[in-house]
């Protein structure tokens, strides 16, 4: 399954409540980050992927993934965070069929080689049938403050999957120095990317979450029935928000059901602008990283991105890692090193208002 | 009279052909600079001013001096360089009475205090009286190769025009050394403001560029009958292109006809980004100066001009001394430091074939 949701607001104005992150191509590859995480999994799940995204997103995530089945894509009628997205997922594939492992995968990240990636899932896979709920947990770069990190254990004896490990526990984002004992610990970064039986899943949901599992369970019963949106209109509003890290992943580590496999692959969530120059290569014309294909962008001694939603000229002047976004109705012009600061500024807007432009 | 042309290209891309400086508002003073001109010599000439300019702009310049007369409404069917502008106003002002006294103020400088300017042409008005040429110098406020300089000579004794001097030579444009030394000699810049009796400025002009004169002199006689359309469509495309500082001003003071009255006043040309930091004001919320009303600024730690043509958000973080010019079709980025390289983008795009933007 692939939960699509969050709307990536340091990427903002490129990023926006209609049309967040999942649905723009950020690393010039001609796919969108929904498009390419399907394309990554259909080699292990061929068509059996769900969506998970909010009812806005229902045309534009079609017009994406046009081969997905109407039963397998769940549409949010308001967001009620992780737990609720992942656990209702859970819930129908767990009426489908209780024997069923599944996998979650964000919607917007970047990752590869593939195969590299296919190969951790499937270990993922194997340990997850030994009845555990797997996650994969990234190998940090660097000691960032941003994401919570992974203790991993003991290694595993799982046939099939060489490289499990058992998981100590999941701790929640560290400050700078915590940060550097992290990676001197060998601590892995959690992306939220896991794979588990459903019936585990729901196990852990419904002793942490009883309301929440309950309210699941009803939504699942009338899922694959004419009953769906129905039920789903009634019983969803009042579902308790939480985050599926406190509701499934926290106490299932401290019960011992979690197991992790390092992954060894490149992983990037586009954080933000900086990422952006990260992932994709300056034109050799103009030394500038140009996505979108609408700008025509000279530049005179500059390096930078500039993403061009408009047909324009954009001339760019002696002015080193700018991030430039140009959108019908906003205009970011910042630099790499302040590209974390572009929250701050989505804060000012919906505090003035500009609720048009988010 | 006030010629008014020039593109003003290091403006770009909120001045081009077919909205140059001249046409904008670049103070924040609610007038653009051909009105604020204007209003500026009312108090010394009433409505004896006439206004030299492209055909292309004008339904601008009527939109912005409504008063002017349709004979002091003067339209080059093409740009044929100085020279050819001021003499035709001399021309036709001589065929209207031989003792006028004129005076040339270009449409997109920035001046103040006014009184003090006035005070000045009041001068150059009395020794003008004298016989003579009368240039306008403005003291340097910095060693700039950017401006022609004059070399000013013994006061002359003028009743009215205390501070009128003789002028020992125009010079070119000085590379930064001879520039210092320009300063320490007490050369002021040219900034191309004169005032003169017609006659003489006509006789310097027809001995130097006698073509130039007769085809001037031809369209002048016509100018306030009924053929004046006829005659300018037909001699203006043949005459000589050339500067009034080659035709007129240089061999004049090289005969002793040529004066200055030093200016004491603030004196602008506007030539550049920069020059928009130092004419305005910094709004006191985001510390940006913001030219038009359209953007809707938001900063964070940032500083700098932000030019907004089209309704919409503008944000700029971290970033200082930028210049945002965002207009319909082109968007500019770049600092003050690099504000006069922007010539040198507008020249690519000239080559690239974006004439549209220009």
């Known amino acids: 399954m ?31 980050l929904i498009r390419a995480t399907y394309d990554r999994l259909v080699p292990l799940a061929g068509q059996r992927i769900m969506v998970v995204t909010g009812r806005a997103h ?48 964000a919607a917007d990240q970047v990752i590869g080689p593939v195969e590299v990636f296919q190969e951790a899932v499937r270990e993922a896979i194997h340990t ?22 992974i203790q991993t254990g003991l290694p595993l004896d799982v046939p099939g999957a060489p490289s499990a490990r058992a998981v100590g526990q999941f701790v929640e984002k560290p400050d700078a120095d915590t940060a550097r004992q992290y990676l001197a610990s060998g601590f892995l970064w959690n992306a939220g990317m896991f794979v588990a039986p459903v019936s585990l899943m729901l196990k852990h949901l419904e002793a942490n979450e009883p309301a929440l599992h309950a309210g699941l369970m009803r939504i699942a019963e009338a899922w694959d029935t004419d009953r769906r949106e129905e039920v789903m209109a009634q019983v969803w509003p009042d579902l308790p928000k939480t985050a599926i890290d406190y509701a499934v992943a926290e106490p299932a580590a401290a019960a011992g059901d979690v197991a992790v496999i390092p992954g060894v692959f490149n992983w990037d969530d586009v954080g933000d602008f900086a990422a952006i120059g990260r992932l994709n290569k300056a034109s050799e014309e103009t030394g500038v990283i140009v996505l979108g294909d609408k700008a025509r962008v000279y530049s005179d001694n500059a390096s930078g991105v500039v993403y061009g939603d408009i047909p324009r000229v954009v001339a760019l002047i002696g002015i080193d890692d700018v991030i430039v976004v140009d959108t019908a109705d906003a205009l970011l012009v910042t630099t790499k090193e302040h590209a974390q600061q572009v929250k701050t500024t989505v804060e000012m807007l919906k505090r003035d208002g500009e609720t048009d432009v988010l």
Chains 1, 2 share one sequence.
């Not at 939960?3 to 967040?20: H, I």
């Not at 997850?128 to 990190?149: E, L, Q």
């Open 2 to 32: 692939i939960p699509a949701g969050g709307v990536g607001t340091r990427l903002w104005p490129l990023s926006r409540a209609s049309a967040p992150k999942f649905l723009h191509d950020l690393t010039g590859s001609g796919s969108t």
């Open 128 to 149: 997850a049938a030994t009845g555990k709920i797997v996650t994969i947990g990234i190998h940090p770069t660097h000691p960032s403050t941003g994401f919570g990190y």
């Open 58 to 105: 229902r045309r534009a995530v079609l017009n994406q993934l046009n081969e997905i089945q109407d039963e397998n894509l769940v549409l949010e009628p308001e967001p009620r965070d992780s737990a609720a997205a992942i656990g209702l997922a859970a819930a129908i594939l767990y009426r489908r069929n209780p024997e069923i492992i599944m996998g979650s995968f």
